[in-house]
């Protein structure tokens, strides 16, 4: 086993200077002998954090090397693995990306959009692929652990405000990469940038198309259903609701249906319709009862 550690200033310098030996003493050290072909075992199934987290149960260390276990995860699939995107990897550039298009938002007109678009599809063309082609679950799940919930936010709204401020060819970018990583938004981006632009009627029917189109997961549908909220198409978006919270009772699709009933609730606010209110509370009731039998406790009722 290696004799050779990695100091306690490893947090402040990151590890990239460190050698793989001493990665692989401090690990050895702290109670977990690992090898290459471990890791690449390891590798198969798992990414950097799902390794770590496996390693967690064996680790001793404290202090400054409580984390340690993680970052040299991430460091050792770099080395080992190079042809391979870690999550983190597509984390750091997506966060390049949203920090790029915030330079350009705040005026900066020579913000390195392009160049940081260009790393993302890079990376993009490397990620680890389903069936369906869409990124892996987990590859996902994993990428997106860094980001807060504010940092979620701009992400959701950083293609519209770059069409709103005029950079659509950015916006139509980004609503691209977002549409990628998440599939059930497919449509659904690209019709908030083309609402943004002013195109308010043709966004306005891509997205009722959306929430009419069996074929789609009933969360896309609903996304659909949001957007329409979202560019207060409030007519429309009772119609598509309404028909979608219909199917989902006949097909007993009970989560999917009590998903839509506060949506309806804000659109017929918004409208002032009290009488579809009522209609409304009386759907739910019913939908809430439905559900209780099938999943008692589970909702409401704790105590029946």
């Given at each position: 086993?290696?004799?050779?550690?990695?100091?306690?200033?490893?947090?402040?310098?990151?590890?990239?200077?460190?050698?793989?030996?001493?990665?692989?003493?401090?690990?050895?050290?702290?109670?977990?002998?690992?090898?290459?072909?471990?890791?690449?075992?390891?590798?198969?199934?798992?990414?950097?954090?799902?390794?770590?987290?496996e390693w967690r149960p064996?680790?001793?260390?404290?202090?400054?090397?409580?984390?340690?276990?993680?970052?040299?995860?991430?460091?050792?699939?770099?080395?080992?693995?190079?042809?391979?995107?870690?999550?983190?990897?597509?984390?750091?550039?997506?966060?390049?990306?949203?920090?790029?298009?915030?330079?350009?938002?705040?005026?900066?007109?020579?913000?390195?959009?392009?160049?940081?678009?260009?790393?993302?599809?890079?990376?993009?063309?490397?990620?680890?692929?389903?069936?369906?082609?869409?990124?892996?679950?987990?590859?996902?799940?994993?990428?997106?652990?860094?980001?807060?919930?504010?940092?979620?936010?701009?992400?959701?709204?950083?293609?519209?405000?770059?069409?709103?401020?005029?950079?659509?060819?950015?916006?139509?970018?980004?609503?691209?990469?977002?549409?990628?990583?998440?599939?059930?938004?497919?449509?659904?981006?690209?019709?908030?940038?083309?609402?943004?632009?002013?195109?308010?009627?043709?966004?306005?029917?891509?997205?009722?198309?959306?929430?009419?189109?069996?074929?789609?997961?009933?969360?896309?549908?609903?996304?659909?259903?949001?957007?329409?909220?979202?560019?207060?198409?409030?007519?429309?978006a009772a119609a598509a609701?309404?028909?979608?919270?219909?199917?989902?009772?006949?097909?007993?699709?009970?989560?999917?249906?009590?998903?839509?009933?506060?949506?309806?609730?804000?659109?017929?606010?918004?409208?002032?319709?009290?009488?579809?209110?009522?209609?409304?509370?009386?759907?739910?009731?019913?939908?809430?009862?439905?559900?209780?039998?099938?999943?008692?406790?589970?909702?409401?009722?704790?105590?029946?």
């Amino acid at each position: 086993m290696s004799t050779q550690r990695v100091d306690k200033a490893w947090q402040q310098k990151g590890l990239k200077e460190y050698s793989t030996e001493a990665l692989l003493g401090t690990l050895g050290h702290y109670g977990l002998p690992v090898g290459e072909e471990d890791f690449r075992k390891l590798a198969e199934t798992s990414f950097p954090l799902g390794i770590a987290q496996e390693w967690r149960p064996k680790w001793k260390g404290t202090g400054p090397f409580k984390d340690f276990v993680v970052a040299a995860a991430v460091e050792l699939w770099r080395r080992w693995l190079p042809d391979r995107v870690a999550p983190m990897e597509l984390a750091d550039a997506l966060m390049g990306l949203m920090n790029a298009c915030a330079l350009l938002l705040n005026g900066k007109q020579d913000a390195p959009v392009g160049e940081a678009l260009e790393k993302m599809n890079g990376l993009r063309s490397r990620m680890p692929l389903d069936e369906r082609g869409a990124p892996q679950e987990r590859f996902m799940r994993e990428a997106l652990a860094p980001f807060t919930e504010k940092q979620a936010e701009v992400f959701d709204s950083l293609a519209e405000a770059l069409a709103s401020s005029g950079h659509t060819a950015h916006a139509e970018s980004f609503a691209d990469i977002e549409e990628f990583l998440l599939p059930d938004r497919k449509g659904i981006s690209r019709a908030m940038v083309r609402a943004a632009r002013g195109e308010l009627d043709g966004a306005t029917d891509d997205l009722v198309k959306l929430t009419e189109d069996t074929s789609r997961s009933p969360i896309a549908r609903l996304l659909a259903v949001d957007g329409l909220i979202h560019v207060k198409a409030h007519g429309r978006a009772a119609a598509a609701a309404r028909t979608l919270l219909d199917a989902a009772e006949q097909g007993g699709d009970l989560h999917l249906a009590l998903d839509l009933v506060p949506r309806l609730e804000h659109i017929y606010k918004a409208q002032n319709d009290r009488e579809s209110l009522l209609d409304l509370m009386r759907i739910s009731a019913r939908l809430e009862e439905a559900h209780d039998k099938i999943h008692p406790g589970h909702r409401r009722h704790r105590h029946g």
